[in-house]
């Protein structure tokens, strides 16, 4: 099955697409997508394939993951939704232990943005221990600390905005503008649900914050309340 996943997903390739994406996604050397290699394809095609092939099981999912091609990855990512999404308790427990054991093939931000709060982040809302997030969040491997961020997006959706708030502090004085935007993007989400909060936040944190994480998470304040966090 794993081989005609494989050429299904090859089917769809665009080298002018693919050489745009590469770029995107920055592959090259000493960026933080470097050696990705890309076939082209989009999104919503990857999610047709993905949903065509939500069936298969973990091992054909794990042979998929590895893959080096970032689309083939891409679908087994989408895979892993599609099944954490109808599955039973005893399958989403089973799907978030193979999710975190395989962290290092979840290695770009689409990966990441597409799945972690939709598997861990629902996972860990209901829980008590979420220590998990802590664990990543120090981790010194950046998609490590973007899933720890992004995770906290399904507890925004659900009103709680502790763990973004206590997540997005670690990151205040992180080197990487990746985790910048991440962090900014959760911080205006929580702003959504509370804005209050969200000032709060900014207060007692803006001396230390860098400026992109700023902007994003004030893009939906008023023009002046914006231009009076930005002048300070």
Known sequence: MTSKILEEIYSYRDAKKAKLLSGFFKTGRGQYGEGD???????????????????IN????????KHKVHEVRLVAILILVHKYNFGKLSEKKKIVDFYLKNTKYINNWDLVDLSASRILG?????????????????????????????STLAFIKNGELEWTFKIAKMFLNHKHDLMHKATGWMLREAGKKDEKALRNFLDKNISNMPRTMLRYAIERFSENIRLEYLKK
């Open 37 to 55: 290699v890309f076939w082209g394809l989009t999104v919503p095609t990857s999610r047709t394939i993905a949903k065509k092939y939500k069936d």
């Open 122 to 150: 629902d996972y860990l809302f209901d829980k008590s221990d979420k220590k998990i997030l802590l664990k990543l969040a120090n981790s010194k491997k950046l998609w490590e600390q973007r899933i720890s961020m992004i």
């Open 58 to 65: 973990f091992k054909e999912v794990n042979s998929l993951l």
